[in-house]
């Protein structure tokens, strides 16, 4: 007699905790005016959180020692890379002096460096690697989270950059998200063999940037799957704004929930899968969570 594949693990939270407009809505306590207290707060109510505020300015190791003394045994954290990492340009005011003083002028002169020198480059991946020790060491860090620009197609060149990021940042589990299509459709297969043979973790979207690829399309691991859910408002998503927040401004309604989470389970030969809403404007994200949490547990929901 076969034994039962054991229901996964799921993981369901937020890409922020402290997006200005959360903090100006309901989810936190009067008393919860600190970061502490607000990431305290956070963790009683979720198990995970997905840091994406890495992506405009390289991570800390004193914010890793805070974060992993502020949470749970239990509580992950997966990390968004930071800009260079994944080929996008990064503004110049955020980049640490480190970084700085190995660029000339003339770059230093413009408001975004788009192609950094390679030892500039180099050097970003080292210091975004080891400001996450901490995390890795105290068993908190989750994924780290490369997330491609919509022009990263798949191309030799491209597989090859995946096999550099593997060799920049080792021991660190790798999701990575793909928004050019060209990775998916007839050439699916090639994709999921690639990422399973070098362990990378696949993100599964949902986004109206990617209405041609599925929510789950496969998984590449048998240990973790990731989904992010970015919200469906496509007006706001190609849209100008003076905040990432509204950009994400859109919440599920519970029979998109219910479907999401129907997708979901498809994944279910990871055996833990992380799901992390990225509507992050306002309370939606926290709201969107706490249902699908409910949802991915059993729980009914009335038709919305």
């Not at 309901?26 to 198990?47: I, V």
């Not at 949470?71 to 110049?92: C, G, M, V, W, Y």
């Not at 970015?230 to 994400?248: K, L, Q, V, Y």
Request: with cysteine.
């Amino acid at each position: 007699m076969n034994t039962p594949a054991a229901e996964p693990r799921f993981r369901v939270g937020t890409a922020s905790w402290t997006d200005p407009t959360l903090l100006a809505a309901s989810f936190y306590p009067p008393e919860a005016r600190t970061a502490e207290r607000r990431l305290r707060f956070y963790a009683a109510h979720f198990d995970t959180v997905e840091v994406d505020s890495t992506y405009y300015a390289l991570p800390s190791e004193r914010n890793s020692i805070l974060w992993a003394a502020r949470t749970p045994d239990d509580f992950r954290f997966s990390i968004k890379a930071f800009a260079f990492l994944t080929q996008h340009a990064a503004e110049t005011r955020a980049l640490p002096q480190a970084l700085r003083a190995s660029l000339p002028a003339d770059a230093l002169a413009q408001p975004r460096i788009e192609r950094p020198p390679p030892e500039v480059s180099d050097l970003a991946f080292d210091m975004f690697r080891s400001a996450l020790v901490p995390l890795d060491r105290a068993g908190k860090l989750g994924c780290v989270l490369l997330q491609f620009p919509p022009w990263f197609a798949a191309t030799p060149a491209h597989e090859a950059y995946l096999d550099l990021c593997r060799a920049k940042l080792p021991g660190y589990r790798l999701a990575v998200e793909f928004r050019h299509r060209s990775w998916f459709g007839p050439r699916a297969e090639r994709t999921r063999a690639f990422l399973a043979e070098r362990d990378l973790v696949l993100v599964c979207l949902d986004a109206p940037a990617a209405p041609s690829i599925p929510l789950a399309p496969f998984v590449t691991t048998t240990d973790i799957a990731y989904v992010r859910l970015h919200g469906r408002n496509r007006e706001a998503w190609f849209a100008r704004h003076r905040s990432a927040a509204e950009r994400f401004k859109y919440l599920y309604s519970d029979r998109e929930l219910r479907e999401c989470a129907e997708q979901i389970r498809r994944l279910d030969r990871a055996r833990t899968i992380y799901v992390l809403f990225n509507n992050c404007y306002a309370d939606y994200g926290v709201r969107n969570a706490a249902t699908m949490r409910g949802l991915l547990a059993g729980d009914a929901l009335g038709t919305a």
